[in-house]
C-alpha cells in the first residue's frame, strides 16, 4: 500500500511541475499561488492523518496525494485560458527537428 500511494505522487508532481511551468511563462503569480495552496492544504491534512487516525507513512503520503489534487485543481483553473489553445503539430515538428 506504501509504495502504491508513493508511486501515486509522481504524476501529481508532474502535473504541478507543469502546471506552474505554464503559469511562469503567463502569470508568475499563478504559481505562488500553486505553491502556497499546495502548502497550506498539506499542513492540515497531516495533521488529521498522522495524529487524528495515526495512519504513520501511509498518512503522510495520503496528505501528499490530497494536496497535489487541490493545488493542481487550482492551478488548471487558473491556468484555463492558455489551456484551451489548440495543439500546432507543425510547430512540434519544427522544435523537434531543431534538437
Known sequence: MTILLAAFIIPLQFLHSVSSNI???WKPQISSY???ILDLVKVP???IFLFIFDMGINGVFLSIIFA???SNVVMLYFNRNQLRG???LFTFKTWIYRF
Open 23 to 25: 503559469a511562469v511563462g
Open 34 to 36: 500553486g505553491h502556497f
Open 45 to 47: 491534512f497531516v495533521f
Open 68 to 70: 497535489f489534487i487541490i
Open 86 to 88: 489548440k495543439f500546432s
